[in-house]
């Protein structure tokens, strides 16, 4: 285990049957569907990469960077888009990917742009829920693990950039935090 760890949470097993569950279900929610399935940077790019490779029909990705925290626990509350999507959405079935939802800021800014482009259907599948963390109403239509409120990192996750490649999700030790 990493020396920054205090507790793994969820195993790299136990997030690798998850994300075999949610991809089966997704395969039958959008088969014949062509669905555009989009990443949300940086953070869900772990869980996307093992997802796809579970999704077993044709569709098509693409990316989207926004970023609210920076190097903190907190939202800071205003969302960015750092890069737009390469493809355009009119008609399409959209699939969100995201690895956790918190304030549900991130999510509801994003789909709020993607709202107007037109899209046949807007759909979102996270990884990580925390409930407790809300600012503004938000669910998912896809959720793998609903998290009690603590700060977790790894499987894409960071605390400052850092500790996105752990391929388990553990939690922080406090003095992490505090250096
Ligand atoms: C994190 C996480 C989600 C978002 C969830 O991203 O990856 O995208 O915060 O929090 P919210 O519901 O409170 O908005 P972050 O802004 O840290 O950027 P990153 O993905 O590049 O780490
Ligand atoms: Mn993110
Ligand atoms: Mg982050």
Redesign the pocket.
Known sequence: MHNDIQEVLYSEEQLQEKVRELGELLSKEYGGRNPLVIC?????FVFMSDLVKRIEIPLEIDFM??????ASTK?SGV?KIIKDLDTPIEGRNILIV??????????S?LIDVLERRNAQSIKVVTLFD?PS???VE?EADYTGFTLPDKFIVGY???YA?KY?NLPYIGVLKPEVYSE
């Open positions: 949300v940077l940086k953070g869900a960077a926004v970023s609210s925290y920076g939202s969302v995201e690895d956790i939802i918190d304030s549900g800021l991130t999510l800014y925390k963390g809300r600012r938000m894409g996750l960071d950039e996105r």
